[in-house]
């Protein structure tokens, strides 16, 4: 058996596989989140722990697994955050995890000192404040007595690694998400990081995703009530691993959109693709030699989950399913838009000071307008990177959904019609990103390809757009860019028109 942990923005997502990959069952542990003005995004790294341990250990009782029936572990988690340890190696304050937006002053330097389209032809990323190093260098910037005690960095996975065997690493995926790794040769970029006057020594080494980590230390397999006997394989970033989990490992698999609380487009290459207008980024790939071009909204499923949330009696147990059913195809939302940006924006506009807004609201409208103009502002932003991907040459013909928006019809249908391909849901949606673990732990073990990915999750329901409605989105895409156009001098503080005494 392989146990795979994904740790999410809301909670761990544990899930137990037989050694070819296939899910035996899977658990939830939910953690808490700090959203604060300003940007703010942190969590306590050990409610993750604390998450991975009773999600572990409910996942055994659950299933009367033995522990001497897991041979192996394998993390995966978010992206892009940062995780600052002490000389013990333990946290020296809450991680900053990816939504944070706090340091465009950092940004500005990094750019200043390398050139944006310099740095994102060494990055494969665009400098931007929802990235690693810039965290890193708003906490020595404005907490000099927590910088004092900084030796180490980590992402969210990588700190669990540490607590499962002692070692502190991180693997390619994850290191491509930092704004510090030099995609060209697969280091840390010596160039950038003096850039940002930081240590090199900060940093962790860098393993393949599929590399053996090590044993369960005696601590952490009595916590976890397993044996050390299970090896622990290195693992991945939440968006590789999904690509895996939805059966994308080579470049003629397609395209798939993860619909969590970020959402993203993305499909493997054999190269890196670099957009002229810096719109989309490239990740490496857990599959090793690989890479996973991908465009990232930060508020996609979020966006779904707060309207649900302010239109509901109940906000902390929102009826979400059945608010999105009430949104179905035979509501005209008449010219109401939304812009789904509560956490400013990466893809397309990468403008940290971007905000939601609904526009065109007028007495008429209902919360059945509300939700779907959220679907629709989602599916509108989504297309503008699909539309980037192909000026870059890529070929996106159908796209296959996960996430746990996935499961909803009226949203795929939203989603297809707008963006005017096919879009198909898949047998595994909400685990998609713990089975992409699965698979690269599988792989790790020696008990499997990644090919097997293929067979493990399959296309139950294809959602065709309507071409009527398609001609119509397009005009309303238009409109919808236009909005964001208008406000963008609004979102970040300055007047729209010049004014005189």
């Known amino acids: 058996m392989l146990i795979a942990h994904d740790l999410g923005t809301t909670g761990n997502k544990a899930s137990l596989h037989h050694d070819d990959g296939r899910l035996v069952s899977s658990v939830t542990v939910p953690y808490p989140a700090h959203f604060a003005a300003g940007g703010v995004a942190e969590q306590n790294p050990l409610d993750w722990w604390n998450a991975v341990v009773e999600a572990t250990r409910t996942l055994l009782a659950k299933t009367g697994t033995l522990p001497t029936e897991v041979a192996g572990l394998v993390v995966g988690g978010q992206m892009m955050g940062a995780v600052l340890l002490d000389a013990d190696g333990e946290p020296a304050r809450p991680a900053i995890i990816w939504a944070d937006t706090r340091s465009g002053a950092q940004q500005r330097e990094l750019e200043q000192a390398l050139g944006a389209e310099h740095a994102y032809g060494i990055l494969g990323h665009r400098l931007n404040p929802t990235y690693s190093v810039e965290k890193i260098m708003w906490v020595r910037d404005n907490e000099p007595d927590v910088w004092a005690r900084v030796r180490r960095f980590c992402i969210a996975k990588d700190f669990i690694v540490l607590r499962l065997t002692g070692r502190l690493a991180t693997d390619r995926s994850d290191a491509s998400g930092t704004n510090a790794y030099d995609q060209r040769t697969g280091t840390w970029s010596s160039e950038v990081l003096q850039a940002a006057r930081l240590d090199p020594a900060l940093f962790p080494e860098i393993l393949d995703s599929t590399a053996i980590a090590g044993p369960l230390t005696d601590a952490a397999a009595e916590a976890l009530g397993l044996h050390t006997g299970v090896r622990v394989v290195m693992g991945g970033g939440d968006g590789p691993l999904a690509a895996v989990g939805s059966g994308v490992v080579a ?74 059913a009430e949104a179905s195809a035979d509501v005209d939302t008449d010219d109401l838009y939304f812009l789904p940006y509560l956490l400013g924006e990466r893809s397309p506009l990468w403008d940290p000071d971007a905000r939601g807004a609904f526009v065109g609201l007028a007495r008429h409208h209902t919360r059945a307008h509300l939700v779907r103009s959220v679907l629709e502002g989602t599916a509108f932003n989504l297309l503008t990177c699909i539309q980037a991907f192909r000026a870059s040459g890529a070929t996106i013909d159908r796209i296959d959904a996960v996430g746990g928006g996935a499961q909803s019809d009226v949203y795929l249908s939203v989603l297809a019609d707008v963006w005017g391909v096919p879009v198909r849901r898949r047998t595994i949606v909400e685990e998609a990103n713990s089975l992409g673990a699965a698979v690269t732990g599988a792989v790790g073990l020696g008990l499997a390809d990644f090919s097997a990915a293929r067979a493990l999750s399959e296309v139950t329901a294809e959602f065709t757009p309507d071409p009527a409605r398609h001609a119509v989105y397009a005009q309303r895409h238009a409109r919808f860019t236009e909005a964001y156009t208008a406000l963008a001098p609004w979102f970040a503080g300055r007047p729209s028109v010049e004014t005189t005494n």
Request: charged share 15%.
């Open 251 to 324: 470049p003629e698999d397609g395209a798939y959109v993860c619909l969590g609380t970020s959402s993203w487009i993305s499909f493997a290459a054999d190269a890196p693709l670099h957009d002229p207008a810096m719109r989309t980024f490239t990740f490496d790939n857990v599959v090793p030699g690989s890479f996973v071009p991908t465009a990232t909204m930060q508020a996609g499923g979020a966006s779904v989950q707060w309207i649900a949330e302010a239109l509901s009696a109940d906000p902390a147990h929102p009826d979400t399913g059945r608010l999105t």
